[in-house]
């Protein structure tokens, strides 16, 4: 008994056409045909003695490639079409799904702008109204610090008609103390 398998190496990798697999090789030949798929590629051909351990094996192999026949072509190129197809539909599948969730959140997006949006010039409105108020108020505070100044030097200094008129008695009491003099 040997081991006995045949990989096809392409520019892609390696592809597995027979897995290796224990045959009694000594009580029938190991024949078969194998689809190889795509060429160009080589094909490895696996011979194995791993199960014998104490024994040498003397192994005479005969290879025949031949082309395939035009079903075979056609019926392999029309597999490998229904594999990729199945391949496409699931992608397809999941690329919807993602398509979905997608646009959902898309939308969603868009709505929640519009909205920010529309704060957006709604507090543009009220920073101008606000922004008026601020004008008007510190003008307002200004004022108010004129004023203040104003009343507080009258409070301490007096009012000029106080002053005139305390002048006045001031003039008439020293004319008085003149004229008793």
Known sequence: DIGFGVTAEREEGV???KKEIRQDAHLESIKGR???GSVPCALIFTFNNE???FREKKINYKIKVTPPSIKNIINGRRTRAKSALSVVLDDKKSAESRL???SSKHSTMVEEIETMEKQLEEMKKSRGVV???EEWLKTRVQLRDIQQ???SRRLTEGWEDENEEESKREDESDS???AEI
């Open 149 to 151: 100044s104003l009343l």
């Open 131 to 133: 922004e008026k108020e």
């Open 100 to 102: 979905e969730r997608v």
């Open 176 to 178: 008085v103390k003149r």
């Open 34 to 36: 194998f689809l190889v």
């Open 51 to 53: 199960y014998s351990w």
């Open 15 to 17: 592809t597995t056409v």
